[in-house]
C-alpha cells in the first residue's frame, strides 16, 4: 500500500500542479479529451515522469521551478544538513562536473599563499636554494619538515665545503643524510675568530695595506737610532750639569768652550768611525745579514769614545740624508714602495728643468667632435689624445710619460665621458666607488700623480666630470685625494645639458679661484664646442646606431676575403685541392681508429694513410697506363722500393697548368725593359685570375649539383640549374680560349708579336655576355628565391660560401666579376697601345679592340645606370604612400625639391600687393615624363632630436602638359613660382633663390625634352 502511494503520480502535492497553471481535476478530462498523438507526445517524459520532453518551454520552467524549490529547502536546512547535502552531490556527479565545481571555487576563492617547493620539481627548489648563504639555509630549514628535507641536502652544502677547502674524511653512505651540513657546522665552529679591532692590528685595513717586512725592521732600526741618540744626548747633559762651575763666577761660559774645543780636538779615526756608522745604516740593504743593532754594538766596541756634541752634529747631517717619510701623513693608502719610487721619480723629474707653469691634458676619442676641443688647447699645454677603446691604463701612462719628457706637471686635466658617479676612463675601465681601490686603478692614479708636483707646490689634477655634484662622486673625490696625495678638482654640475658642466662652478683648490677650464682651453672655442657637444652627440648615435651591422659585416667579409687572397696567392688550386683530399684521409682515419681500440693510434693512422695512397696509385695507373707499367708497380710496392712513387709523380703529374704558367712567367720577367712585355704579362696574369674565379663557380657550384641531379639526389631542378649557370659556364668557356690564345702567343713572344688580332676575336664573341647581362637580374632573383624555398639549397650555399675554395667569397660576388673585367680590359689595352710604337703591326688591331670593348663597357655602364634608376624609382614609389607604379621602361629620376604650397587670399588685387599663406610642406619628384607631387609630413621622435619623414601621394601630371609660370619676388613672397596642370595649381616656395633657379632650369630642360 505504500509503495503504490509513493509512486502513484496522483500523490504529487497540489500546489505543484496549481503552479504551472493545471487543476487537478482538469488532467484526466485532458486525457481524454486529446487525440492519440497528443497523449503518445505528452507521455514522453525524460528523467522522471514529470519532465516533459516534447515541449521546450514547459521543460525549462518546470526546471527552474523546481530549482527554486530546492534553494528554499537549502536556505531552511542547518550547517549540517547542507554538508550532508553536498556531499551527496558531489558523490552522485562526474569528473567534469567536478572540474567545472573546481574551477568555480578558484575563480571564487583563489589561492593566495601557496608553498613553492611543494608545487615546482625537487631540482628547481634546490637550484633556487643553492643562492642562499649558509645562515640563510639554516633559517630556512625551521619553516617546516620539507623545507628542512630540501635545505640540508648534500648538493646545497658541499660547493659551500669545498670553498674554503673543507672535505669530509670519510664518503658517506647513500642513506646518510645531512653530512656535509654537519661538517660545514664543525668546522665553523672550530675557526678562530676575531674582533675588528684585533683584525686591524694584525692584517690591517682596506685602505692601509700591511708593510712589507723589510720596511718594518728599516723603521724598528731608525726609531732604535733616535732612542740611543736621545739617551746619549741626556748623558751628556747630566754631564755638563755636574762639571759646571759655581754662580756667578762668570767662568762656565769659558768652561763650555773649553769642552766643546777639546771635542772638536778629537782625533780624525773617532770621526770616520762614527761617520762610517751612521752611513752603513743609511746605505744598508734590505737583504743585508746583519741588523743595524748589531753593527752599531761592533762599531761602539772597536772605536774610543768621544763626546757627544761631535755624534750629534753627525747624526744630524746624517739624518737629512736618510729616505723621506710619505707627503702625506695621514694617507693609508700608501704603500712604502710606491712612495719610494714615486718620490724618486719625482727628484728626477724635477730637478732638469722649471715646471711651475706645465699643464698636459687627457682628451678622450670617444667625447663628440674631440679634433673641436683639441684645436682650443691653448699654446702652453700639453694635448695628449688617447683612444677610448683600443688603449690601456699602462699605455695611456706611457704617452703621458713621453709626453712630458721626464718633467712634472703643475696640473693634468682629463675631459672624458662620464656622469656624476663614474668616469669612463677607457673602454673597460670604469672607475665608481666600488673600483677606485682595486689594484689596477690604485696603480694607475699613483703613477699618473707622479707626474704633477706636489700639493703644496699647488699641484692638482682636473677631472672634467660632474663629480663634484654626487655623495658618490665626493667619495670618489677623497679616495684619490688620499690616494695619490694631489687635490683632485672636479665640475659641481650645476649647468644643464650635455658638457654643460665644465663652464659650471668648479671644486678648485683651497685658496685659489682660477677656473680649470681656463688652464688648458681657450674660452671661446670651449663655449661653441660645449653647446653643439649634444647635437653632435645625437648625431654620432643614430649614425652608429645605423652603421653598426653594415660596418661590422663589412669589416668581417673584407678581413675575410683578404685571409683567403693571400693563403689562395700563397696555394694555387692544385694544393687547395690536394689539401682537402688530404683533409678527408685523415678524418677517414680518425673515424676507422675511433672504431677500434688500438694502443698505439700513430702506428694505426700511418699504416691506414699508407693503404689509402697505395689504393689510389693502383687507381690511377689502372685508369691511364698500361698492364706493364701497372705490373711494374705493383712488384715495386711489393718489394718496398719508394722509387715507384717518383716514378708515379713524374708519370702523372710532370708540369700542371698553372705550373707552365709560372715557368712563363719566369721567362717574362727576365726582359723587364721591355714595358710592352710587362704590360702583356700583366694582361696574361689577370685573364688567369678572372678565368680562375670562374672556374670556382664551375667546380665548387655547378659540378657538385650537377652531380646531385645526376645521383637523384637533386638539390635544385634542371630550370633553376639553367638559368643560374647556363651564362656564366658559356662566359667560361669563352675566356677559356681567351687565355688559350695569349698564353700561346706569350709564349713566343717578340718583339713584333701581336695581341690585337686575340681581342678582336674575343670581341666578335660578346654575345656570350649579352645573354649574361640581361639575365643578371632573373639569376639574382632566382638564387634568393630557392635560398628561402629551398632549405637543402640554403644548407649548400652556406657550407660553400666564403671558405678558401671560393677565395672568401659568395656565390653572387663570384657572379660580380663580368660587371667590372671590361674596365679592366680597356686600361690593359690602353697600356699596351701607350707602349707600342705607331709604326708596329700590332697598332691597328689594337684601335680596333679598343674601341669594340670601350663600346660595350659604356653599354653595361648604361645597363647598370638603367637598373639603378629602376630600383631609385621603386624606393621612392614605396616611400609614397598611396602612389601609382612608377617603374616603367625609359623613365628616370631628374631631381628632387622640397617646396612649400602657398595659397593667395585675394587674387584681385595687384600682384605686389598679394598675401600668401603657407599651407603646408610638398615634395616634386620630377621624372623625364612626369611630375609626382606628395605632400610631406615630419614628426619628431620623443626623447630624440631626430625627425621622421612620410609622404602622401597627391598627384602627377604630365611634363607636356605642365605650365610653369615665376612669382616675383614681393614684401610677402620670396622664391615663389607658380605649377599649373590641366585641372588645378600649385603655388609653391623654395627656400633659397639657389634651389628656385635650379629647379626651374631643371624642370624647363624635362619639358623641353619630353615635348620634343
Known sequence: MTSSRRH???????????????????????????????????????????????????????????????????????????????????????????????????????????????????????????????????????????????????????????????FLPYTPPDNEYGAWKRHYISCACSLDYLTPREAAETYGTLNDPKEDKAELEERLQEKWLRKMLRERLSLYKRELIKTRPPWMSGEWRSAIKSKLALSNSMSLSDQSAVQATLLRFKGQKKGSDKTLTSQLKEEVYNTPSFTLAVEKALVQQSLVSLPKRPRAAGDNAHTATSTRQRSSLRYQYTQPCNSSHLHLVLISSHIPAYEVVLDSVKPGVIPVVYDFSGMTPESLLFYVEKALDGRTAQS?????????????????????????????IREFWEKLGSCVVPE??????????????????????????????VFFCSPTGIATGSYQH????????????????????????????????????????????????????????????????????????????????????????????????????????????????????????????????????????????????????????????????????????????????????EILRSERQYVQALEIVRDVYAAPLKSALSSNRAILSIANMQIIFSDILSILQVNNQLLTELTERLQEWGLLQCLGDVFLKFGSQLKTYNNFFNNYTVILKTI????????????????????????????????????????????????????????????????????????????????????????????????????PNLVEANRHLIRVQDVSLLSCTNEDISASLRIYNHISDLSLFLLNDALVISSRHISYIPFKRTSKTSH???????????????????????????????????????????????????????IHASIK
Open 784 to 883: 634568393d628565391k630557392c635560398r628561402e624555398a629551398m632549405p637543402i639549397f640554403r644548407a649548400f650555399l652556406k657550407r660553400h660560401d666564403q671558405t678558401v675554395l671560393t677565395k672568401m667569397m659568395s656565390l653572387q660576388e663570384l657572379l660580380l666579376f663580368p660587371s667590372t673585367r671590361f674596365e679592366e680590359y680597356v686600361n690593359l689595352l690602353y697600356a699596351l697601345r701607350l707602349h707600342t710604337p705607331p709604326e708596329h703591326p700590332d697598332r691597328k688591331d689594337l684601335n680596333a679592340a679598343i674601341g669594340q670593348i670601350k663600346q660595350y663597357k659604356d653599354y653595361i655602364v648604361q645597363l647598370t645606370a638603367s637598373l639603378e634608376e629602376d630600383a631609385e624609382l621603386a624606393h621612392i614609389q614605396k616611400h609614397i604612400q598611396g602612389c
Open 502 to 681: 665644465i663652464l659650471s662652478e668648479w671644486r678648485t683648490v683651497p685658496g685659489r679661484n682660477e677656473s680649470p677650464p681656463l688652464l688648458y682651453f681657450c674660452d671661446v672655442k670651449l663655449q661653441a664646442w660645449c653647446r653643439l657637444a649634444s647635437v653632435m652627440e645625437d648625431a654620432l648615435h643614430m649614425i652608429r646606431k645605423q652603421m653598426k651591422l653594415y660596418v661590422s659585416d663589412l669589416q668581417r667579409n673584407v678581413s675575410g676575403r683578404i685571409i683567403g687572397q693571400f693563403m689562395y696567392d700563397a696555394m694555387p688550386m692544385v694544393k687547395v685541392q690536394t689539401n682537402h683530399e688530404v683533409a678527408e684521409a685523415l678524418t677517414e682515419a680518425l673515424v676507422e681508429l675511433s672504431k677500434e681500440k688500438n694502443d698505439h693510434p700513430l702506428e694505426f693512422i700511418s699504416g691506414f694513410l699508407l693503404k689509402k695512397c697505395s689504393r689510389k696509385k693502383v687507381l690511377l695507373l689502372s685508369e691511364g697506363n698500361t698492364e706493364d707499367t701497372l705490373s711494374a708497380f705493383l712488384k715495386q710496392e711489393d718489394a718496398g722500393d719508394d722509387s715507384s712513387d717518383k716514378a708515379f709523380l713524374s708519370q702523372r703529374h710532370s708540369e700542371s697548368r698553372f705550373q707552365q704558367l709560372t715557368l712563363l712567367d719566369n721567362k717574362l720577367m727576365a726582359d723587364l725593359g721591355d714595358k710592352r712585355s710587362r704590360c702583356a704579362r
Open 412 to 440: 693634468i686635466g682629463l675631459i672624458t665621458d662620464g656622469d656624476s658617479q663614474q668616469i669612463h676612463l677607457l673602454q673597460r675601465v670604469i672607475i665608481n666607488s666600488q673600483s677606485v681601490l682595486s689594484p689596477d
Open 8 to 166: 502513484n503520480p496522483h500523490s504529487v502535492k497540489r500546489w505543484q500542479l496549481e503552479s504551472m497553471g493545471i487543476q487537478a481535476g482538469e488532467t484526466d478530462l485532458s486525457m481524454r479529451n486529446s487525440t492519440p498523438l497528443d497523449q503518445t507526445m505528452s507521455s514522453q517524459t525524460r528523467f522522471s515522469s514529470w519532465t516533459p520532453m516534447a515541449s521546450t518551454s514547459f521543460n525549462k520552467q518546470l526546471f527552474h521551478e523546481r530549482v527554486n524549490l530546492i534553494g528554499h529547502w537549502y536556505d531552511l536546512w542547518t550547517d549540517k544538513q547542507r554538508k550532508q547535502f553536498l556531499h551527496s552531490i558531489l558523490t552522485r556527479s562526474s569528473r567534469s562536473q567536478l572540474k567545472f565545481v573546481w574551477s568555480c571555487f578558484t575563480e571564487e576563492v583563489p589561492v593566495a599563499k601557496l608553498d613553492f617547493t611543494t608545487v615546482m620539481p625537487r631540482f628547481l627548489s634546490l637550484y633556487i636554494m643553492s643562492f642562499l648563504s649558509p645562515h640563510e639555509l639554516c633559517s630556512a630549514a625551521q619553516v617546516s619538515w620539507h623545507w628542512k628535507f630540501l635545505s640540508e641536502q648534500d648538493c646545497l652544502w658541499m660547493p659551500k665545503c669545498t670553498k674554503f677547502g673543507w
Open 952 to 1006: 602622401q601621394f597627391m598627384a602627377s601630371v604630365s611634363l607636356p602638359r605642365l605650365l610653369i609660370e615665376d612669382i616675383a619676388d614681393t614684401k610677402y613672397a620670396k622664391n615663389a613660382f607658380v605649377l599649373r596642370g590641366p585641372k588645378r595649381q600649385w603655388i609653391c616656395s623654395t627656400v633659397t633663390e639657389e634651389d628656385k633657379f635650379t629647379w626651374l632650369s631643371a624642370i624647363q630642360r624635362a
Open 456 to 485: 703644496k707646490d699647488g699641484g692638482h689634477i682636473d677631472v672634467f666630470v660632474p663629480l663634484a655634484s654626487s655623495e658618490s662622486g665626493m667619495e670618489i673625490l677623497e679616495n684619490l685625494s688620499q690616494l695619490v696625495g
